[in-house]
Structure formats: structure tokens, C-alpha cells
């Protein structure tokens, strides 16, 4: 796991302290696995940017409350991966209602472009997928969590983890599958 | 495929934007990490104040601009360039934004394209923002995006203010020394509207096709008239001096700002609805209300902290050392845009709430190319709808 280890519990007891550099070295360390299974999931670069960026603020927060002998990074992704599901189903749910059509018909500009640099196959398949399943997915494949650590991270039970690994793959491997025969 | 190729695919997929939003991030997150009250505040705040004195003795040294910071809660006094960005490469929503400096004022496009109209002194959107209209000396243009103008009046005083009326935009009303003057759209027809108005620009009621205008006079009254019939509809005596009148975007509210504690606001038939209340030891120095609601955004100096604040609604977003000159809203309403001159930065403020910031560097050199930094920091006019084709 990115950050973790001895590296990483100095770096929270410093930032914890007051010192900036610490809190940076903790950011550098996080940033880019928050950021890309914030993607992963809401599929929009603006909403991933948004989403980690309210995580590590809410780290900030908590900064003080948090317990130094802890891992930082499942506390982080937790936060990351939830939001990204929450932003991702009010993005479905607009849609549902209509507005996601002005949305979908906007510039890919305005939107932060979501889907244009996914080109590869099992990303555009991960993109038909379930938020939920999407998210379990990334953190089993891109966070590198074991199905119970996800239980726990989502509050699922392991057994509705398992499924939905399953599930995912099975339609991930379809899909790829079925792009390929085409 | 298996699972070993499936992590493999993802983490190879390229993210967009990844290095430029890590950059924007650490710039909201550091900021947010220098407000915060750790429990060891105490020990370290020794070190804050030593390293903010060290900084402001650097940043005098070095005669950079004070306070060079980024964030939303703003105390880290010399933000390095690196959190900010360098140029205005972008605008976060559409719509063009109207910035007027010592050289002129400047359209500047969604793609962060920029272009000087002239050296004209003020300057405002036609409703379309398909003209920009003008004033020099004792002139008032109206003059496309290009820069070419369309159409002048020349008046013996100097003028000032200019204000295009709404769609279909058939009046621009400017400020003559102290009298008001309305001039039809294309230019025809200048005549005097009123006499002993007060030094502030007048304000349109949003209205698509009716031309009433809100002014101020020189005792402290606001007038709102249908200018064209050159009927008054109403008035009100504020109680203080009116710097600033903006109406609500529905047409249904009238703010005005005054140099009191007490900004009263007024319904569209003149009867008074609420205040917006600030403490007696601020200064509001530019107010606006958010685009598609009755909502206040109000940015204010307190002289005894010299910060400012900007305020939407009850809602505190921001706080800064210095000033808070100039406030615009995205057309869409969903960034507010602020001006803050000791750090020369502009500031993008997503809303609702400050979900992050955009912060642009450099602005006097942006808006003064070729300058030493050391010119007027540039207005922040509008930032208006898209251009019709």
C-alpha cells in the first residue's frame, strides 16, 4: 500500500504537529491512487478531482482526531470511494430525471471532459458497470484491498463484496470479450 | 483476461489532468491545512509568526506582491507560485469575462484568450455580450469584441459609467459629470435623463424589453425610472450614501449598497423588504446577487483585522488578508470569480460552498504585459453569456 509503513505514521505524528512538510509528503504520497479511483468511478475528471479533494479537505479536519498508529490510506480511500459513489448515483439519478441530458449534451470541455481518455477496453467496460460494483472493483484492483477490507470500508457484507467482485468481472471479461469479437 | 491483467489495465489507464489537479488540490488542501487548530497550536504558533515575519521580509526583499497566498481560508501569508496558476489559461465556466486595467479593458475567452479593446477607461457588456460599450475622456463607444467601434457620442464633460439596458438592448444609459444621460443602441438620440446624480453607475432592471433604470442622487436617494417615458416609478431615501445598485437577477429585488452597516433592498414597486446587515467595522467593497436566486454576495474589508471576507448569503467563503475589491459570478452561476489585489491573484470559487478554488497568479502582468508588476490591479467588470454567431 502506497504511504504505508513507518514512512507514513511519522508523516501523520508530523502533520498531526504542525508540520506542513509532512502533511505535504502524507498528500504526495496519497494524491495519485485517491485521484485515480475517484476516476475510476465517477468516470468525469472535474467530479474526481472534486471528490478527492473533499476527502483529503475532510482529512484535514479530522486530522487531529485521527489515530497516528493507523494506516492513513484505507481511511483516506474510504472517504474517497464513497463520495465517488454518492457523486456517481446523483449522476445517474440526473440523468433518470432529464437534466442528465443537458449534461450529456454539453461541451466535453465544460464537463472536464469525462470519458475521452478511457480508451482502453477495460476501462470503457468498467464504465458500464454499477457505481457500486465500479467501486469495488477499484478497490480490489487499483487500492489492492482484500474482500474484507472492503466489507468493512463500505460496510457490506463480505459475501455481497464477493458477489459483487464476481459479478464485475464477469461482466468486465464480457465486455471486453464482446468489444473484441466486434 | 485475468485478475493480474485487470490491475494492470488500470493502472495503466491514463487520467486525465492528473499533474494540473494534483497542483489545484494541494493549493485548496495546504491552505486548508494552515487554518486548521492543531492541539499543539500553542507550540508551534511561535514558528508561524517567525516564519511569517521571515516570509514578509523575503517577499519585501524581493519585491513581490504581498501576501502571495492561495485557498479558501487564508492565512499561509507566501503561497509559492507553484499552488497558483501561472496564467489565466482558462475559464472554469463559460461565458467571457470583461477586465478592465491601466492599458484598457480586455475580453478574455473560455479558452483564456485575450484581447485589449483599446484605451478606453470603463467599460460594460451590451446584453448578448455582443458589443462591449465605452467611455474615453468625453466620449461613449460602443465597440465590438474585436475592438472596432460601432458607433460614439462626444459630450463636453467627461463621462463615466456606461450601462447597456437588457435585451433587446435599445439604451445605454452614462453618467455625465453629474447628470444622467440615455443614448439609444445604435448610438442616436442622447438626451439628459436626470440632473444631480451620485458618482455610482446606474443599473438596469433585468427585464427583457423594458427599460427601467435605478440611480442614485447626490442626496442619498434612489430613484428607479422608466426611461423612456422618462416617468419616475419610485424612490426611496436610504439613509446613507449609496455606492452600488444591483438588481436580483428576476428584477424582483433592489440591492443597494451604501457606506452605512445597513444595505437596504427594495422590491421592484418600491416598498422596502429586508437589509443586509454588516458590522460597523467593515467596508462592503463590491456586492452582487447570485445569478438565478435572491441570494447576496458581498465581499467586505474590516478595518480592525484588515482582512476581508466574502459572503453569499448567510455563508461565510472565504477570508483573506487584504482586499476583496471586485466580485463576478459565471454566467451559470456556479463560480464566483474575486479579485484580490495584495496577492494579485484572481480567485474561481466553486459554489455551492467553496468546493475549490482556482487561483490565477500574476494578474497585473496578465492584464500590463510587458509592465514591472507594479500597475493597478485590474477591475473584474462581468462575466457574461456566451457570444451569439
Not at chain 1, 508540520?19 to 485517491?34: K, V
Not at chain 1, 486530522?63 to 464513497?82: A, E, K, Q, T, Y
Not at chain 2, 475549490?356 to 514591472?372: H, K, L
Amino acid at each position: 500500500m502506497v504511504g504505508a509503513g513507518r514512512d507514513e505514521r511519522a508523516w501523520v505524528r508530523g502533520a498531526q504537529a504542525g508540520s506542513a512538510s509532512d502533511f505535504e509528503a502524507l498528500f504526495r504520497a496519497h494524491w495519485p491512487r485517491a485521484y485515480r479511483a475517484a476516476y475510476l468511478v465517477v468516470h468525469d475528471a472535474a467530479a474526481a478531482e472534486d471528490v478527492a479533494q473533499e476527502a483529503f479537505l475532510a482529512a484535514v479536519r479530522a486530522l487531529d482526531r485521527f489515530d497516528s498508529r493507523r494506516p492513513f490510506g484505507p481511511w483516506l480511500h474510504r472517504i474517497v470511494v464513497n463520495r465517488a459513489i454518492d457523486w456517481a448515483r446523483a449522476r445517474a439519478l440526473r440523468r433518470e430525471v432529464g437534466a442528465g441530458d443537458a449534461i450529456a449534451e454539453a461541451p466535453a470541455e465544460e464537463r472536464g471532459d469525462p470519458t475521452a481518455p478511457l480508451s482502453d477496453d477495460v476501462v470503457a467496460a468498467l464504465a458500464s458497470l454499477s457505481p457500486d460494483h465500479r467501486a469495488v472493483i477499484v478497490l480490489r484492483y487499483v487500492l489492492e484491498y482484500t474482500p474484507g477490507e472492503i466489507s468493512r470500508m463500505l460496510e457490506l457484507p463480505r459475501g455481497t463484496v464477493n458477489s459483487r467482485l464476481r459479478r464485475g468481472l464477469d461482466a468486465l471479461q464480457g465486455a471486453v470479450r464482446t468489444e473484441e469479437e466486434q | 483476461m485475468s485478475e493480474r491483467d485487470l490491475r494492470s489495465a488500470l493502472l495503466g489507464v491514463p487520467v486525465l489532468d492528473e499533474l494540473e489537479a494534483q497542483r489545484r488540490t494541494w493549493a485548496v488542501v495546504r491552505a486548508a491545512y494552515a487554518e486548521r487548530e492543531p492541539v499543539s497550536r500553542r507550540a508551534w504558533r511561535p514558528r508561524l509568526v517567525i516564519a511569517v515575519a521571515v516570509a514578509a521580509a523575503l517577499v519585501a526583499a524581493a519585491l513581490s506582491p504581498p501576501g502571495r497566498s492561495v485557498g479558501g481560508w487564508i492565512r499561509d501569508r507566501v503561497a509559492g507560485k507553484e499552488l497558483a496558476e501561472p496564467a489565466l489559461v482558462r475559464l472554469p465556466a463559460a461565458g467571457q469575462l470583461l477586465v478592465v486595467s491601466e492599458r484598457g479593458p480586455w475580453i478574455v475567452r473560455p479558452d483564456g484568450s485575450k484581447r485589449l479593446l483599446g484605451d478606453y477607461e470603463d467599460a460594460s457588456f451590451s446584453p448578448r455580450a455582443k458589443f462591449v460599450v465605452v467611455t474615453d475622456g468625453h466620449l461613449v463607444m460602443a465597440v465590438e469584441l474585436d475592438g472596432d467601434p460601432r458607433w460614439q457620442v462626444a459630450r463636453p464633460g467627461p463621462v463615466a459609467d456606461p450601462r447597456w439596458a437588457p435585451s433587446p438592448g435599445f439604451r445605454v444609459a452614462y453618467r455625465e459629470g453629474d447628470t444622467l444621460r440615455v443614448v439609444a443602441g445604435n448610438g442616436t438620440g442622447d438626451r439628459l435623463l436626470a440632473r444631480d446624480v451620485a458618482p455610482i453607475a446606474p443599473a438596469w432592471l433585468p427585464e427583457e424589453g423594458r427599460t427601467v433604470l435605478a440611480y442614485a442622487d447626490t442626496t442619498g436617494r434612489v430613484h428607479v425610472v422608466e426611461a423612456d417615458g422618462e416617468k419616475e416609478l419610485w424612490s426611496a431615501r436610504t439613509g446613507a450614501s449609496p455606492e452600488k445598485l444591483a438588481w436580483s437577477s428576476d428584477g424582483r429585488l433592489l440591492l443597494v449598497v451604501t457606506n452605512s452597516d445597513r444595505h437596504p433592498l427594495y422590491r421592484a414597486n418600491g416598498r422596502p423588504a429586508r437589509s443586509v446587515r454588516t458590522p460597523a467595522s467593515q467596508d462592503v467593497l463590491d456586492a452582487d446577487f447570485e445569478p438565478g436566486t435572491r441570494d447576496v454576495a458581498y465581499s467586505a474589508f474590516d478595518s480592525a483585522s484588515r482582512r476581508s471576507l466574502v459572503v453569499l448569503g448567510d455563508e461565510r467563503l472565504q477570508a483573506v488578508e487584504g482586499h476583496i475589491d471586485d466580485l463576478a459570478f459565471s454566467p451559470d452561476g456556479r463560480w464566483l470569480l474575486a479579485g484580490w489585489p495584495e496577492a494579485d491573484q484572481l480567485l474561481f470559487l466553486r459554489l455551492p460552498g467553496v468546493r475549490r478554488i482556482v487561483v490565477v497568479d500574476d494578474v497585473r502582468r496578465e492584464f500590463d504585459p510587458g509592465s514591472t508588476g507594479a500597475s493597478a490591479f485590474p477591475r473584474l467588470v462581468g462575466w457574461c453569456c456566451p457570444p451569439t454567431p
